[in-house]
């Protein structure tokens, strides 16, 4: 069956985010009071799979995050 | 921390530390800050000559290049991090050793980054390559300086693991030295640039102890690069050196805040008071503890006169830098903390400084045993070794590098060594060289065979040398075995260096190099610098026309060499290194580049005359004719004289006019065919053993993304 | 004399090889932190490097800095306005080139010496190079994929080429339309270009055919 | 008031996308009937404004994306 994933990684808590800082504050900078920002890395795509979930999460722990500084979510929906 | 050194400490301090002080013993006792398992051994490098300005002991060392110039020099691992987070952990090795010379008050001008991994037909193995690559070159890339060289091998006793070495080297005027120790008093302490958050805490614990199967405990050993700070940490700090108001100055690394700190103000016997929760913090909730050993990155620690904050403080928030002060130093040599205005820790300082050494039991051993070359075919050995990831072409690496920034570099990345321009006339060599497989055999001639191929290397383009730094990657010391290859290495790296009239000014060593309980093998990585004048540079690659030289004796020496590794041949004897004959062929070499009579020169190393000779095809306009039975040696099999790895040798292209005037420098020379044509042609006797299309043999030699799965 | 300011933005990273070969070039340069003001000078150099890291997109924090109204106004002026690399990047972002820089085809950072066809030698950066003539400069980028919806729009300068001039497939190494490499404005004084001219700035480096560019550029600026 | 910002930035239909491509193939390597994998960035952000809505499309236009090449949307949450 095919299935349309989102996944999205993001950086534990706690560590540094020098991207999402400096994007942060260049908003910032132009007006804007925004707080917090993060960048997460966010893949789309299609898959052919019997068991998505279990195959989604192993795609994740292997290639998509590193689990020693990324946690992950993802979204999994029938291509209808 | 052994039992034995926490009795030690007990007894020392009369009482029992509290959990802070644990915390910073801890950090300072471990081996990647004390080095207490390798000083012993060290003592025996040669260290000081004319060229030296600054020996080993502060965070970089520093050469001499002319009156006006001085070369800041260092190297460091980052095996463990890289080996469980590949891109964060070369990245963040990067950035460590770029603040080791920032902190001597040189600007980096040049990276290597010698890396190893285990064999490419694994996932797991492709993955650490791209990563480390990709780490290194997001970090150097973004913070401007160019990787300019470096070494990339695979092998099977890596799998599953990395080493991370990386050399880097500043360019200073004499004026602009500043010592990471403190001569007075009452001097303030700025840290500056990233906030302190709980990231690599434990970090040099960790890179002290074997890596287990579970990794993820490993977790906060692990930290995220930031370029962007580093970049305007290097402005920032020199323009801060620049104004002679920096009285000592200190990255922080390994051991965080309580190494930095009190290494800066121990050294010279006085104290210090950091004020711990005046650091800034990124994570809220925060103890002492986690504050005083944080290995966040990107930190530097200033010293300066009271008078001076202000002013110093303000080229930091030019820059936007986040600083603070966070303490002072004293006349009495103690380390004393405080926590919101509560006394948390107060130690000796010297009990933080002066770690112990251990000297672990040796146990010789030999993997050397003499084999029989097998019965292969010139053209089957041939394709192996040149097709062997090892031989293969690194271009894939090195094009992501931005090796030309700053716009100084001369020889690129490809050539023996590369050379940067440092004024109009002359430039600076830098290479790095090692060979595991060699040192497996022999871990005494292995090393002093790192420092010849460094010589090699130098010579072969045209360079003086002038000094050498060593990073010693090893298992655990406790091994015997283990800490007997190490004590032999050191005793080869001295010889070696010995001979050549050459110093060590700065190294690193790196223990517990091991996934799993399996030891690697003995990887001692030289790098080297030298001085050339830039007119004089040769080639390294083949235009027609030209007769061919080989200088130097082959001998049937292939234990440790990429045919045996591609034939999967144990054993064998390491090529023996004969410091006199190394030494003659090196000025001799020199020689001739400095009269001009050499077109082309090219050492020979991994894979032998048959690789060296392809590779300068490979890299020229034209293929070659060689009769290899005209070769200089000690055997008469075609396959000894094509493969063996043996010291002392070059190859060099020049006109027919040069020969006699070359001849006379050397006492193994020969010539052996010409250059010229579309083809490599290997003859023995006259007879052909092997001809290629040299664009046959370029299309192989660039197929490492292949090997990768990549479309191009 | 002339007198060009070389902008530094946090991130920046070619700016002293930039002012080393502008004053090769016989002119007078100065690194100019982004905060400061572009008064008193005759050009505008953007180089190369990683303004903000490259976070976002490359250029595209820089592009929206203070310091760009004054450049614009340079670019008004008819001016000389360079951008090198992520100087490039950068005037895209900020809108005094049309187009967008892309990541490469292979989206990973290259360094590389390329050849370079000059296409359009009547702006004032290119008038001491000929017709057609190969040159040769490194590039280093990530992002350096020009595009364009509509390429008869721009007015191309530099294109990667063969050895020979032939503006191929082959010779393309990241993807731009049309292999181009370099564009100015209509007017022709504001330039960017992937390939670095201050590499190829020294015969030691591997090639002069940068500083060419440099010396157009100071010529235009002392009328 | 305070919001709740994801947004989510994406190349327009048509232009290829190189870096998916290649995690795409990476993932087909290691046996996952992965299609069409796109890379989109993403951003999550908390915004004090009274308009956000005006100022979260001002914010994309401006700075996150690059109208030429870009299509975005997103989305708005009052933070509790
Ligand atoms: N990881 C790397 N980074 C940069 N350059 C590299 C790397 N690996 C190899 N190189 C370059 O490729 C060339 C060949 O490397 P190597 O075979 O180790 O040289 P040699 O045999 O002369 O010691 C050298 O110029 C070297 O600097
Ligand atoms: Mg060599």
């Known amino acids: 069956m095919k299935w349309r994933v989102t996944v999205t990684v993001r950086l534990k808590e706690g560590l540094n985010d020098p991207e999402g800082r400096v994007i942060g504050k260049a908003l910032r900078n132009l007006g804007y009071a925004v707080e917090g920002l993060r960048v997460p890395k966010c893949f789309e795509f299609e898959l052919e799979s019997e068991n998505p979930e279990e195959e989604v999460e192993e795609i994740c722990r292997k290639l998509l995050a590193n689990p020693l500084i990324h946690s992950w979510e993802y979204r999994i929906e029938p291509v209808s | 921390m052994f039992p034995h050194e926490r009795k030690l400490i007990r007894e020392r301090l009369k009482r029992e530390p509290n959990e802070l002080e644990w915390a910073m013993l801890e950090v300072m006792w471990s081996e990647h800050a004390s080095y207490k398992s390798s000083r012993p051994w060290l003592k025996l490098l040669p260290t000081e000559n004319e060229h030296v300005i600054l020996g080993p002991g502060e965070d970089a060392g520093i050469v001499r290049f002319d009156d006006e110039t001085w070369i800041a020099v260092g190297i460091e691992s980052h095996n463990h991090p890289s080996a469980v987070e590949p891109y964060g952990g070369a990245a963040t090795g990067v950035g460590g050793i770029v603040r080791d010379i920032l902190c001597m008050g040189a600007r980096p001008i040049a990276l290597l980054d010698p890396i190893r991994f285990g064999p490419l037909e694994k996932e797991r193995n492709r993955y650490l390559f791209e990563g480390v690559v990709k780490g290194i070159a997001d970090y150097g890339n973004r913070i401007g300086v160019p990787t300019v060289g470096g070494e990339t091998e695979f092998d099977e006793s890596l799998d599953n693991y990395t080493l991370v070495n990386v050399a880097c080297v500043g360019i200073m005027r004499p004026e602009h030295l500043v010592h990471s120790h403190v001569t007075e008093p009452g001097l303030k302490l700025i840290l500056v640039g990233n906030r302190t958050g709980r990231d690599g805490i434990h970090g040099v614990t960790f890179a002290s102890e074997e890596l287990g199967e579970n990794t993820e405990e490993d977790r906060s050993a692990v930290q995220i690069p930031d370029p962007f700070t580093e970049k305007l940490l290097i402005e920032a700090t020199l323009e801060a050196v620049y104004t002679g108001k920096v009285k000592a100055l200190k990255d922080l690394g390994g051991g965080g805040l309580t190494c930095a700190s009190s290494e800066m103000a121990g050294k010279k016997g006085f104290g210090a008071v950091i004020y711990a929760d005046r650091v800034p913090l990124r994570e809220p909730g925060m103890t002492p503890t986690e504050v005083m050993i944080s290995e966040s990155q990107e930190r530097m620690l200033f010293a300066v006169k009271p008078e001076d904050v202000e002013e110093i403080g303000r080229i930091f928030e030019e820059y936007e830098l986040e600083w603070t002060v966070v303490g002072e130093t004293i006349d009495e040599p103690r380390f004393v903390v405080y926590w919101r205005g509560e006394k948390v820790a107060d130690l000796p300082i010297e009990l933080l400084t002066d770690v112990p050494t251990i000297e672990w039991e040796l146990k010789p051993y030999s993997a050397e045993r003499p084999v029989e070359t097998p019965d292969v075919s010139f053209g089957e050995a041939f394709d192996l070794v040149w097709g062997s990831p090892n031989i293969l072409s690194k271009r894939w690496v090195w094009e992501q590098y931005d090796h030309e920034v700053q716009g100084r570099t001369v020889l690129k990345p490809g050539r023996d060594a590369a050379v940067l321009k440092i004024n109009d006339e002359y430039g600076l060599a830098f290479v790095a060289d090692g060979n595991p497989n060699h040192s497996y055999l022999n871990p005494y001639h292995g090393a002093m065979g790192a420092v010849a191929e460094v010589v090699r290397n130098l010579v072969s383009v045209g360079a003086e040398p002038l000094a050498l730094v060593d990073n010693l990657n090893f298992a655990s010391p406790e091994r015997p075995e283990v800490y007997w290859s190490f004590a032999e290495t050191v005793r080869g790296l001295a010889d070696a260096a010995r001979a050549f009239g050459l110093a060590y000014v700065s190294g690193n060593v790196s223990f517990y190099n091991e996934v799993v309980d399996r030891p690697i093998k003995p990887t001692p990585v030289v790098a080297g610098l030298g001085k050339v004048k830039l007119e004089d540079i040769p080639q390294g690659a083949f235009e027609g026309g030209l007769l061919i030289g080989v200088v130097g004796l082959t001998k049937p020496e292939l234990g440790g060499s990429e045919l045996f590794a591609r034939l999967g041949v144990e054993g064998g004897l390491a090529p023996r290194v004969d410091l006199e004959e190394e030494k003659a062929n090196a000025s001799g070499v020199l020689e001739a580049i400095r009269r001009g009579l050499v077109k082309a020169v090219h050492d020979v190393s991994r894979g032998g005359l048959a690789v060296a000779l392809t590779e300068m095809a490979v890299a020229g306009k034209a293929g070659f004719t060689a009769d290899l039975s005209k070769v200089p040696s000690e055997t008469s099999s075609p396959i000894e004289v094509a493969f063996s790895e043996s010291h002392s040798r070059y190859i060099v292209a020049f006109p027919e006019e040069n020969l006699e005037e070359l001849k006379g420098l050397f006492k193994h020379f020969a010539i052996i065919g010409r250059t010229g044509g579309g083809d490599a042609v290997f003859l023995w006797n006259g007879r052909e053993l092997l001809r290629k299309p040299v664009s046959e043999l370029r299309a192989v030699h660039e197929s490492l993304p292949r090997l990768l799965g990549e479309e191009e | ?223």
């Open chain 3, 1 to 223: 004399m002339v007198k060009f300011a070389v902008i530094v933005f946090p991130g920046t990273n070619c700016d002293f090889e930039t002012e080393r070969a502008i004053k090769k070039a016989g002119a007078e340069a100065e690194r100019v932190w982004y905060k400061t003001s572009l008064k008193d000078f005759d050009g505008v150099v953007l180089p190369g490097g990683f303004s903000y890291a490259d976070y976002l997109r490359a250029g595209a924090i820089a592009a929206r800095q203070e310091i760009m109204e004054e450049v614009k106004e340079f670019a008004e002026e008819g001016r000389p306005v360079l951008g090198i690399c992520n100087g490039f990047q950068i005037l895209t972002e900020a809108g005094l080139l049309p187009g967008a820089l892309r990541p490469n085809r292979v989206p990973r950072f290259l360094c590389r010496w390329v050849h370079l066809r000059v296409n359009d030698t009547e702006t004032p950066f290119t008038s001491l190079y000929e017709p057609g003539e190969v040159i040769r400069m490194p590039i280093a980028h990530a992002e350096g994929n020009y595009y364009i919806d509509d390429p008869s729009k721009v007015r191309i300068v530099f294109q990667y080429s063969d050895e020979n001039g032939d503006v191929s497939e082959e010779a393309n190494p990241n993807g731009s339309v049309l292999n181009i490499a370099a564009i100015a404005n209509e007017r022709g004084n504001v330039l960017g270009t992937m390939p670095h001219p201050e590499r190829a700035s020294d015969r030691f480096l591997g090639s002069e055919d940068g500083l060419r560019l440099f010396r157009s550029m100071v010529e235009l600026a002392r009328r």
